[in-house]
Antibody, heavy 122, light 106 residues
Framework: QLQLQESGPGLVKPSETLSLTCTVS??????????WGWIRQPPGKGLEWIGS???????YYNPSLKSRVTISVDTSKNQFSLKLSSVTAADTAVYYC??????????????WGQGTMVTVSS | IQLTQSPSFLSASVGDRVTITCRAS??????LAWYQQKPGKAPKLLIY???TLQSGVPSRFSGSGSGTEFTLTISSLQPEDFATYYC?????????FGPGTKVDIK
């Protein structure tokens, strides 16, 4: 069955760029009606949607992070990636990648990666 | 669109009927999903389109509502249901989550 796996550094210095990749296995990232998203969760807190991308490259970002976020897709590798620039301690969180079914009726994030903890610290 | 959940914390016993409410700051039709999260784990989709049960989710879970008020009901709480529950609106960007409801053992 389809699985998602996040990868990337677990420690990032303040002011630098956080970079994560999500590898999709057991299915194609190019499937129609599916979007691919990033969601984060600071320690002990709730969930925050960061942004989503369609395999064609169309992106949708949270305005609260838009100036610092770039999400891209590499269909040849079945991967999508997150870059978050100028990080601070407030960006310390577990970062999840997830698949979203999007037919404008039954939309939901139905498959999630296990999550990866990213700490921002010098 | 802001989502609020009530209660934020709920203490219940095995076998209890549990209801969690999610309210949206503006109408979102039925574009609402419910997730269950256990400590150290990724969220798990329970309900989408406000009332449709995700495949593989036990039938004791149900969802209802439309517009601005939604409920998640667990008809008979089981030991594995002790977790935090989040609602999420997918009516419009940016997608937002409720603050969560933690269901604990009484």
């Amino acid at each position: 069955q389809l699985q998602l796996q996040e990868s990337g550094p677990g420690l990032v210095k303040p002011s630098e760029t956080l970079s994560l990749t999500c590898t999709v296995s057991g299915g194609s990232i190019s499937s129609s009606s599916y979007y691919w998203g990033w969601i984060r969760q600071p320690p002990g807190k709730g969930l925050e949607w960061i942004g989503s991308i369609y395999y064609s490259g169309s992106t949708y970002y949270n305005p609260s992070l838009k100036s610092r976020v770039t999400i891209s897709v590499d269909t040849s590798k079945n991967q999508f990636s997150l870059k978050l620039s100028s990080v601070t301690a407030a960006d310390t969180a577990v970062y999840y990648c997830a698949r979203m079914y999007g037919d404008y009726v039954n939309d939901a994030f139905d498959i999630w990666g296990q999550g990866t903890m990213v700490t921002v610290s010098s | 669109i802001q989502l609020t959940q009530s209660p934020s914390f709920l203490s219940a016993s095995v076998g209890d009927r549990v209801t969690i409410t999610c309210r949206a700051s503006q109408g979102i039709s039925s574009y609402l999903a419910w997730y269950q999260q256990k400590p150290g784990k990724a969220p798990k989709l329970l309900i989408y389109a406000a009332s449709t049960l995700q495949s593989g989710v036990p039938s004791r879970f149900s969802g209802s509502g439309s517009g601005t008020e939604f409920t998640l009901t667990i008809s008979s709480l089981q030991p594995e249901d002790f977790a935090t529950y989040y609602c999420q609106q997918l009516n419009s960007y940016p997608f937002t989550f409720g603050p969560g409801t933690k269901v604990d053992i009484k």
